[in-house]
């Protein structure tokens, strides 16, 4: 999806940033964030991950943590 | 193609969105959008909150007109005509109160426009610009309709702007002008977090903005902002947060005050060495000299101080604009203030030394004109009891000087302070006998004489003051 990457280089870390100004609801979602980003992590790392196929026993959120 | 206009010039500070361009053409201002953008501005002319900020004047007045502009054949999809601005300011010659006006002024068109479905594609102070004491947002194509889970892409760049520029001056009593103007992009979290250390982290704002902010930018430097921008729409970003975010900063802003300190020139009205007849005599010459001269559209007051030549000025040129040229920022701040509170579109105030004026910048030094460069359309030049301050206080040669005016108004007024004025003697004590032969009166009368044809000549009735009016030659 090309149309949402804006002329400007909004800065990876200044879009979080913007979600921790925005109050608790957005401290919320930048939590979820890097907890998906942690999972994601998590789970490439594990021995299984590396020959076996993708596990589906980890936390909810690793399930749709693979987006990056 | 309508072969009767002379065929637009791209103005050099708009090149950053390829989709939208400004273009000067006759005096006319207009912008060329491209097919997206074109799609942008149907939608945004469509809409009520397009229409109220149209009729309260904080986005600039805008049309669609039917011209072509130059480009690659299928690049202009649409072309808009703004009303133009009499004078173009950057962020760097603006009062404290000024940056905070405008910055408040920017989140509150981001507010609207959220609230509307819409969102903005930057968030740069070089967007706002100024009708005498009213910010006004220049960049209508920066308007866009919001995505769903879409982030404010101009945060970054307001706080590089505007924000951080606001808390330098607020937390730190530190002009931010110098940075600034060296720095187009504006003030990086990095150097902010330097300079704001030790229990200035506690400053309004400061953990979030600036410390927070580099941090989580360091660690995320790898990562594509499509990428973040995906990971957050997962997250459950949404446009109430943007939305939050955005009230957030202007509450923030608006803590953001500084009380101009008692400076040198803050008192100079009362401290002045005037009598009352030289006083009025000096009002009335000013006035002859502007009535004498038909082309009043833009007048500069070099010097200003607290501006009581500029509002005689925009109270004599019935329908021109003056722009108040004064070094000291907090008086400037005090007078931006009172026109401020008086509703005055007509007198723009500005902070800038004028030994050292704004100089072009940005891309090959033409993204951001130089004052010399925005000065030379000026009708009327006023330099009241500036050339001692310039002549003496700088060293800089008369010869130099009229040049320097030469280059600007077609009309010149000068108060020329002789040598033996207090004020001059109080420039002179600082600097070693007989360092300037050559100040005096009649030595500079000739030498205007060479650039200007002198219409008339004055001398106070204290006696140590002369005023010049000049017409510049062809
Ligand atoms: C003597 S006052 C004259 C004020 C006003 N023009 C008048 O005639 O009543 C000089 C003013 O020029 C300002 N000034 C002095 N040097 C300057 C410079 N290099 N650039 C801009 N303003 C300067 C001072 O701050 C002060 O406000």
Known sequence: MESHLAYLDAGSGSLIVQALVAGTAGVVVAAKLYWRRVTSVFRRKTPAEATAAPVETATPAAATADKD | ?474
């Open chain 2, 1 to 474: 193609m309508t072969p009767e206009h002379t065929r637009p010039v791209a103005e050099p500070g708009s090149f950053r969105d390829p989709q939208t361009r400004v273009f000067h053409a006759d005096g006319e201002v207009l912008r060329g959008l491209g097919a997206q953008a074109a799609q942008d501005w149907k939608a945004l002319r469509d809409s009520e909150f397009f229409a109220r900020a149209q009729a309260d004047g904080t986005v600039t007045a805008t049309e669609e007109i039917d011209r072509e502009l130059p480009g690659e054949p299928g690049t202009w999809s649409a072309t808009l005509r703004h009303e133009p601005l009499p004078f173009v300011t950057y962020h760097y010659e603006w009062s404290h109160t000024m940056r905070q006006d405008a910055a408040r002024l920017h989140l509150d068109l981001l507010q609207q426009a959220l609230r509307a479905g819409f969102t903005m594609k930057d968030g740069s102070a070089y967007n706002l610009q100024w009708r005498g004491s009213r910010p006004e947002f220049i960049d209508v194509g920066s308007f866009e309709p919001a995505k769903p889970g879409e982030p404010w892409a101009g945060y970054r760049q307001f706080c590089q702007t505007l924000l951080y520029p606001l808390m330098l001056q607020a937390h730190l009593d530190l002009d931010p002008r110098a940075l600034l103007r060296s720095q187009i992009d504006g003030v990086e979290p990095a150097q902010m977090r330097r300079l704001l250390g030790g229990t200035k982290r506690l400053a309004a704002g400061v953990l979030k903005h600036v410390h927070l902010h580099d941090s989580i930018q360091s660690r995320n430097a790898d990562r594509s902002t499509g990428a973040v921008r995906e990971q957050l729409r997962d997250a459950g970003f949404n446009s109430e947060l943007v939305l939050a975010a955005a009230k957030a900063m202007a509450k923030l802003v608006t803590k953001l005050d500084w009380a101009p300190p008692a400076t040198h020139w803050g008192d100079y009205r009362e401290t002045c060495s005037y009598s009352d007849d030289d006083r009025a005599a000096k009002q009335r010459f000013v006035d002859a000299a502007l009535d004498a001269t038909d082309k009043t559209d833009l007048v500069l007051d070099l010097g200003a101080n607290d501006g009581v030549f500029s509002r005689q000025a925009a109270a004599r040129a019935k329908t021109g604009y003056v722009v108040a040229v004064e070094a000291d920022p907090a008086v400037v701040d005090t007078l931006y203030r009172q026109l401020r509170a008086e509703g005055e579109r007509r007198i723009l105030p500005i902070v800038m030394d004028l030994a050292d004026p704004s100089p072009g910048g940005g891309w090959a030094s033409h993204e951001r004109a130089s004052f010399a460069q925005r000065a030379a359309k000026a009708d009327v030049t006023l330099a009241l009891a500036l050339v001692h301050h310039l002549a003496i206080g700088r060293n800089v040669p008369l010869p130099a000087i009229v040049d320097w005016l030469a280059g600007m108004g077609h009309t010149v007024v000068v108060e020329f302070v002789h040598a033996e004025d207090p004020m001059a003697q109080r420039l002179l004590a600082n600097k070693p006998d007989g360092l300037f032969p050559d100040y005096h009166v009649e030595t500079f009368v000739r030498q205007l004489g060479e650039r200007f044809d002198i219409a008339k000549r004055e001398t106070l009735p204290g006696g140590t003051r002369t005023l010049i009016a000049g017409v510049r030659r062809a």
